[in-house]
């Protein structure tokens, strides 16, 4: 899946595989294993840090984040796009008695 286009491309590090035409989550490891070897390999210890970013973005302040997009150029109709991904949307929960009505996300 490509979620990504050539004006938002131009932002992003090599580094970043998420949501990118032709990276995944094979190139991320691979990345981050050879990055530990050659750590290694200098004599040095290597430190991780995981983050969920399901729960930082929720603490995005979405008309800010509007305004950064606009200012790098990125187009009415491409910003339209990131909020039909991220906000007004509905989910629901199974639990052992069955499922919950449509519960709304909020960011």
Known sequence: ??????????????????????KGTRGGIFLLRNTCEWMMDCQKDPN???????????????EILME????????????RRVCEIYWNQSAKVNLTSGTTEDIMIRC
């Open 48 to 62: 991780l840090c995981f983050i969920g970013y399901a729960k930082a973005f929720d603490k995005v302040n979405h």
């Open 68 to 79: 950064v997009l606009a200012k790098a150029g990125i187009p009415n109709h491409e910003r």
């Open 1 to 22: 899946m490509n979620l990504t286009n050539p004006l938002i491309d131009k932002h992003l590090d090599d580094t970043q595989v998420g949501f990118r035409k032709g």
